[in-house]
């Protein structure tokens, strides 16, 4: 059997791809008989089923951008459509990776710049057409396509990491000798499930904020982050009309204000989509002139981001 401690070094060095780390951490989990770490193993490995719950770390933030064509001019533009993302229960705005580690390793690797894009089907491209009323203005929606930084994805795969090599730290501090005397007992099992499911899916508690390198390190909620992000996102939402922001960037404005309410409203905000949002929006303000609420808001990301440094 595979010796634990050598295992973390390989995966912390980088000596082993984070497949190789999960087949050869397939080992410590049948040694340990614990159904949770073999299915979550066997869903990294292999990819997780429709029926199976995906883990928050695997859906990432996308935004949607349509081609509006007439005759031969074609535009580029934003699309908010929060209503209908929350009827498809956030497939819209989120991708969600359901594919095997190995996939998104050579995903990554494969990429040539920041951005990729996923295309829509076609006839939800037609409904998004339908409700926007796109043709009341002489135009056509002729496709429509997800928007996804190559770093989001990145960060799957970071996460999914430092999840393994915490889950092998803490199981080494219970069972230093595991190798050689690991006995199987209703105590042992309890305290295996607790890490696992603490470190795959969270403790119970409230809203948390997850703060550190990758994400990896928890804090309880912090009930001042949480006023300080109701009121930015309130004066926004009254204010949004009075920045002097053309058609296009009112809208990005509004994706990135959905985008931070979504996040707010889970058990787990992430930090890396909020301080995205919060940095989307100081660019969409910082370019606008002669404006006094632009320093107002600004002030306010500032005092937010600076929580979580």
């Given at each position: 059997m595979i010796m634990i401690k050598k295992l973390i070094e390989n995966l912390i060095y980088?000596?082993?791809?984070?497949?190789?780390?999960?087949?050869?951490?397939?080992?410590?989990?049948?040694?340990?008989?614990?159904?949770?770490?073999?299915?979550?193993?066997?869903?990294?490995?292999n990819g997780y089923p429709d029926k199976v719950e995906?883990?928050?770390?695997?859906?990432?933030p996308a935004y949607l951008k349509g081609q509006m064509q007439n005759g031969f001019c074609t535009n580029e533009v934003p699309i908010a459509l929060g209503d209908l993302d929350k009827m498809l229960n956030g497939r819209l705005y989120n991708s969600f990776f359901e594919m095997s580690i190995s996939k998104i390793e050579q995903y990554i690797n494969s990429a040539k710049d920041g951005t990729i894009h996923e295309m829509l089907h076609p006839e939800l491209v037609l409904?998004?057409?339908?409700?926007?009323?796109?043709?009341?203005?002489?135009?056509?929606?002729?496709?429509?396509?997800?928007?996804?930084?190559?770093?989001?994805?990145?960060?799957i795969a970071?996460?999914?990491?430092?999840?393994?090599?915490?889950i092998l730290l803490e199981l080494n501090d219970k069972f230093p000798n595991m190798e050689n005397e690991f006995e199987q007992n209703i105590e042992n099992s309890s305290v295996i499930k607790n890490i696992i499911t603490n470190n795959i899916y969270g403790s119970n508690?409230?809203?948390?904020?997850?703060?550190?390198d990758g994400n990896s390190q928890i804090i309880e909620k912090n009930?001042?982050?949480?006023?300080?992000?109701?009121?930015?996102?309130?004066?926004?939402?009254?204010?949004?009309?009075?920045f002097g922001l053309n058609s296009d960037a009112k809208k990005e404005l509004k994706i990135e204000?959905?985008?931070?309410?979504?996040?707010?409203?889970?058990?787990?905000?992430?930090?890396?989509?909020?301080?995205?949002?919060?940095?989307?929006?100081?660019?969409?303000?910082?370019?606008?002139?002669?404006?006094?609420?632009?320093?107002?808001?600004?002030?306010?990301?500032?005092?937010?981001?600076?929580?979580?440094?």
């Amino acid at each position: 059997m595979i010796m634990i401690k050598k295992l973390i070094e390989n995966l912390i060095y980088d000596k082993i791809t984070i497949t190789q780390g999960f087949t050869q951490a397939k080992l410590i989990a049948y040694k340990l008989n614990d159904e949770m770490f073999k299915s979550w193993i066997n869903n990294e490995l292999n990819g997780y089923p429709d029926k199976v719950e995906l883990p928050e770390y695997r859906i990432i933030p996308a935004y949607l951008k349509g081609q509006m064509q007439n005759g031969f001019c074609t535009n580029e533009v934003p699309i908010a459509l929060g209503d209908l993302d929350k009827m498809l229960n956030g497939r819209l705005y989120n991708s969600f990776f359901e594919m095997s580690i190995s996939k998104i390793e050579q995903y990554i690797n494969s990429a040539k710049d920041g951005t990729i894009h996923e295309m829509l089907h076609p006839e939800l491209v037609l409904k998004i057409e339908e409700l926007l009323k796109v043709k009341n203005t002489g135009y056509r929606l002729v496709q429509v396509a997800k928007e996804l930084q190559i770093n989001d994805v990145k960060e799957i795969a970071h996460i999914t990491k430092q999840i393994l090599i915490d889950i092998l730290l803490e199981l080494n501090d219970k069972f230093p000798n595991m190798e050689n005397e690991f006995e199987q007992n209703i105590e042992n099992s309890s305290v295996i499930k607790n890490i696992i499911t603490n470190n795959i899916y969270g403790s119970n508690n409230e809203t948390n904020f997850a703060v550190g390198d990758g994400n990896s390190q928890i804090i309880e909620k912090n009930s001042h982050i949480n006023d300080k992000l109701n009121e930015l996102l309130g004066y926004l939402n009254e204010k949004i009309d009075n920045f002097g922001l053309n058609s296009d960037a009112k809208k990005e404005l509004k994706i990135e204000v959905e985008r931070l309410e979504i996040q707010k409203s889970k058990s787990n905000p992430k930090v890396s989509i909020i301080n995205s949002s919060l940095e989307a929006i100081k660019g969409i303000l910082t370019g606008i002139t002669g404006n006094a609420l632009t320093p107002v808001v600004l002030e306010k990301i500032n005092t937010i981001m600076s929580y979580f440094i």
